[in-house]
């Protein structure tokens, strides 16, 4: 038996509506993030794992609002600033206008983030804070590529290591095991990597000689070209959205990673 006309508009109405209620929803201007292996904000964002703090960020930004969709796109430390330029990157996040950033067009925004690099050594009978005090004569464990502010932000490996008698990995438990094997003298970590380090490998937090003195704080900013999809204060807007709904505690606290109040701009 063939359908009636008059059915068949309205079924064929009701097809078209199923398709469109099938597609996704409009994903706003796409904002491409650089992600450069910086743990625990990113790790090994090469191999395609969204694994750390950023892709936690990112995926709490398109959650919250349609107008924008973040992606991450892989970058490392050294190359950040040419992607940047060139244009492959939207933006850099967890950077600090220190460290490179001063001869590049950019707007920056307060993230209301904190961090501290610290030193470890071994801990030793008589061994207190007092062995921090002075680094001449001790073998350091640095990450490649990172700015220290006992260097004066200079991040040059050559520099690093004839200056500071410095070994450069990629690894932050890399330089952790040379310190607990008497390979090196001092390692300097980021706070949050310690604690989430110490909560995966208990046995060892009794034999690290953790200092009260600090290298730098890391008051993170995020980096935005000029022609980027969005604006400095749309970014600061969303994050403050994040702030509002409890997000950002939600992330960053497990890590100690403080959420300080953000100046009025």
Not at 138 to 165: C, I, M, V
Not at 234 to 245: E, Q
């Amino acid at each position: 038996m063939m359908s009636s006309p008059m059915w068949t508009v309205p079924r064929l109405l009701l097809a078209a509506l199923a398709v469109l209620w099938a597609l996704p929803a409009h994903a706003g201007q796409l904002v491409r993030v650089g992600a450069a292996h910086f743990p625990p904000y990113t790790v090994r964002p090469e191999s395609g794992a969204d694994t750390g703090l950023l892709p936690q960020l990112v995926e709490a930004l398109n959650r919250l609002q349609s107008d924008y969709q973040f992606v991450l796109v892989p970058t490392s430390i050294p190359r950040r600033f040419g992607d940047f330029k060139q244009a492959r990157v939207d933006m850099a996040i967890f950077e600090n206008p220190d460290w490179g950033w001063k001869d590049i067009p950019h707007t920056t925004v307060d993230m209301g983030l904190e961090d501290a690099e610290i030193f470890v050594a071994q801990r030793e009978p008589q061994r207190g804070e007092s062995y921090f005090a002075d680094l001449k004569g001790k073998r350091l464990a640095l990450f490649s590529g990172y700015h220290y502010e006992f260097a004066n932000f200079n991040a040059d490996p050559k520099t690093l290591a004839q200056n500071y008698n410095a070994t450069l990995t990629y690894s932050h438990d890399s330089n952790l095991l040379m310190v607990l094997r008497g390979r090196a003298d001092v390692a300097l970590v980021t706070r949050s990597y310690l604690s989430d380090y110490l909560l995966r490998n208990e046995k060892v937090a009794d034999q690290l000689l953790v200092s009260q003195r600090i290298d730098q704080v890391y008051h993170h900013y995020a980096i935005i070209r000029p022609t980027a999809p969005i604006t400095g204060e749309a970014f600061g807007k969303l994050l403050r959205g994040l702030r509002d709904n409890g997000q950002m505690l939600k992330i960053f606290q497990p890590y100690r990673i403080a959420v300080v109040p953000v100046p009025d701009s």
